[in-house]
């Protein structure tokens, strides 16, 4: 009798993890989209703020009803693997460098209707914008008018890119690439929109500064995914 009710705990035990795991992996499955983190060369940290996509994800599933996988994958800018991303994220401090292969695999994946969000994680934007004249050589980058949907699509956003991080203490800027009307690429210069992503413990943003960011991101989010 002690070796039957001993292989019946057993035997529950395994029921219950099965369940457990079987639950973890239709949930994982269940995810229908992600964001990728892009990955250059050139020497720049392109891997600065590792919880910061995971968080925005959590954060977007959980106010807008999204199924982002917070398990962000990385994607090197040359892979054709670029075209399973509706959404790209790309941040760093230093330097940048797009050989012409990349730029042009970057131009078809933007032209195509993918999407970059370019975030100054300070001291990026002197290497960034030359690469970005190889991606589009005719193109400027100008600055995002504050009507643009990706200011007011979900949370609205009247005076433009919110100021998250000090940096050299200039006005936030929110840039963009527009290609025939559509704005494909947006870059958010003096804001550190990443650093407001992060876990709280390793910037220690206060928690309104945290909720400007998220709402930014929600909005990016809700730009890429629907335009």
């Known amino acids: 009798m002690k070796h039957l ?49 995971t968080n925005l994800a959590r954060y977007c599933n959980d106010k807008m009803n999204t199924n982002i996988n917070p398990d962000y994958p990385t994607v090197e800018i040359g892979s054709v693997e670029l075209f399973n991303y509706p959404m790209l994220h790309m941040t760093g401090h230093g330097n940048v460098v797009f050989s012409g292969a990349e730029a042009d695999n970057l131009r078809s994946y933007l032209i195509a209707g993918g999407f970059l969000h370019i975030d100054d994680n300070y001291g990026m934007d002197p290497f960034v914008r030359p690469e970005l004249k190889k991606v589009f050589p005719e193109l400027e980058l100008l600055e995002v008018p504050f009507d643009h949907d990706i200011y007011n699509l979900h949370h609205r956003f009247k005076n433009g890119l919110p100021k998250i991080h000090k940096h050299d203490d200039k006005p936030a800027k929110g840039y963009g690439l527009f290609w025939e009307g559509r704005l494909v690429c947006f870059y958010s210069y003096e804001s550190d929109l990443g650093d407001g992503w992060e876990d709280q413990s390793v910037h220690k943003d206060s928690e309104a500064k945290r909720l400007e960011a998220f709402r930014m991101g929600a909005n990016i989010v809700k730009y890429a995914f629907t335009d």
């Open 5 to 53: 009710k001993k292989w019946l705990i057993l035997e529950l035990l395994a029921f219950i993890i099965l369940i457990m795991a079987s639950s973890f992996t239709t949930s994982y499955k269940d995810y229908t989209v992600e964001i990728a983190l892009l990955k250059y060369n050139g020497g720049g940290d392109w891997y600065a703020n590792p919880t910061a996509i």
